[in-house]
């Protein structure tokens, strides 16, 4: 944490006190410091005086910013704090937003913990003297690693705490109460909006050691069908005992999911490479067939396109990050497919020249194959594809025919002419060399009637 921003809260708490206030650190940051973890994002609620002198006081400090001036919330230019009043809230309705909100400075300690969603969360310390409050006795739930609602009532007002509990357990490897998975079955899911759906997914992907712990905690709260029904969709479809002992289609991605979680960190698309692993055996559940005695599942990867694009359109509107889930889960066979085979030079080219990422697209297939009950008798192809992606790299770094150089050589526009640069392309990916592949790519033209006259190249 940085010092200075320690340093202004102790300001802030010391002008607060002189006014007979009193300043408390809230939220993850006392729970962070009680788990031995650093938490970057500081939060101060401020009791016991009016927002006028809230104002006055931030504003002797620096320049104040009202981050949600109606909500009493503040910062300062320049200063990672965020500074709130406590407040009280009413629902009237079922979006997160259907609140009534009243800042009110006297709520008192109590209440304004009551209505944190977890005990871990609703502990409070002083600014000051670093006194803890603990109304909910969210130190002992540290200490047995559990996440507990505080209150029935206040709890369920806002759905997205369903995915936050999950997200917590799988972020710090802790349980949830038995009353608390009750509880959360009770919740409709239905009215929350995707990118707050996605901003819990996203962190227990991005941060838990374990995501799987994620979707099985909502599993056994019964709220997948909502927002993750493919995965639900999963549970129970059957697959080769010869290829996965492991069980259902369900187990496996869990198990892929964590094992691509010990490989985000070589991902440049880390987050894409995570909802890759979730959704690259989606297709299992509709094409998954008994022939002769045999499971499989043949072209899952292609036919569960569709279901992939629904998942990723439930839970984002960025389209770059969709089409890079499909493109990973449409090819997430062929890298072990073609390693295991020895495959020549140019069919691990056009797999990676498919592919939108090629070293995600590797990582893909590693966590895949790692995802298995034995991950010991995993055969590792690091080797092999190192060696081919340095091959194909340096194949595009060569020249290669250009529409230009067609041309230039009498080649007429016409509605075949792409198909020509394709046919070049598919050359350069076969090693040929530039003059050469220019002089088959003209002779494939002449004999469509598209070159003018013949040219030496």
Not at 219 to 225: A, D, E, N, P, V
Not at 349 to 372: C, H, Q, T, V, W
Request: with cysteine.
């Amino acid at each position: 944490m940085s010092d200075s921003n320690i340093e202004t809260a102790r300001k802030i708490a010391k002008l607060v006190d002189e006014k007979g206030g009193t300043a408390y650190y809230v939220g993850g940051f006392v729970r962070d410091s009680l788990r031995g973890e650093e938490n970057k994002d500081i939060d101060v609620e401020i009791h016991g005086i009016y927002p006028k002198q809230l104002e006055e006081i931030l504003d002797s400090l620096g320049e104040r910013i009202a981050i949600g001036e109606s909500f009493g919330i503040y910062c300062l230019k320049g200063c990672g704090v965020d500074i709130a009043m406590p407040r009280r809230e009413e629902n009237r309705g079922a979006g997160h937003r259907d609140f009534d909100v009243c800042v009110d400075p006297f709520l008192g300690a109590y209440k304004a913990a009551q209505r944190r969603d977890f005990t871990v969360n609703a502990l409070m310390q002083n600014v000051l003297t670093g006194e803890i409050t603990d109304f909910f006795n969210g130190i002992d739930d540290i200490r047995v690693g559990v996440i507990r609602h505080v209150n029935d009532r206040t709890f369920t007002e806002d759905p997205l705490r369903v995915l936050r509990g999950a997200q917590f357990a799988a972020r710090f490897g802790y349980t949830v109460a038995d009353e608390t998975v009750e509880l959360c079955r009770t919740v409709d899911l239905s009215s929350l909006a995707k990118e707050r759906v996605m901003g819990e997914t996203a962190k227990a992907l991005l941060k838990a050691e374990k995501p799987s712990v994620y979707f099985e905690v909502l599993r056994s709260m019964g709220q997948l069908s909502v927002w993750f029904p493919e995965l639900e969709n999963m549970i129970g479809v059957k697959q080769n005992p010869e290829h996965h002992s492991e069980g259902d289609v369900w187990t496996h991605t869990m198990m892929v999911i964590d094992a691509a979680a010990a490989l985000r960190s070589k991902s440049s698309q880390p987050l894409g490479l995570m909802l890759s692993a979730v959704a690259h055996d989606f297709g299992k559940a509709i094409c998954t067939r008994e022939i002769n005695g045999k499971i499989h599942a043949y072209d899952h990867e292609t036919l569960g396109l569709p279901l992939i694009k629904a998942f990723m359109n439930r839970l984002t509107s960025e389209k770059a990050l969709t089409e890079y889930v499909l493109n990973l889960c449409e090819h997430h066979m062929r890298p072990n497919m073609l390693a295991a085979a020895g495959a020549c030079v140019k069919s691990t080219n056009r797999m990676f020249d498919r592919s939108i990422d090629p070293e995600g697209l590797i990582l893909l297939a590693k966590a895949d194959g790692i995802g298995k009950t034995s991950p010991r008798e995993y055969v590792s192809y690091d080797g092999f594809f190192e060696s081919r992606l340095a091959v194909f790299r340096e194949y595009m770094s060569r020249p290669y025919v250009m529409g230009r150089d067609l041309i230039k050589n009498g080649v007429k526009p016409s509605e075949r002419f792409s198909e020509y640069l394709d046919y070049a392309h598919k050359l350069l990916l076969a090693g040929v060399e530039k003059d050469s592949a220019l002089r088959q790519t003209l002779a494939v033209a002449r004999k469509s009637g598209d070159l003018k006259k013949e040219k030496k190249s």
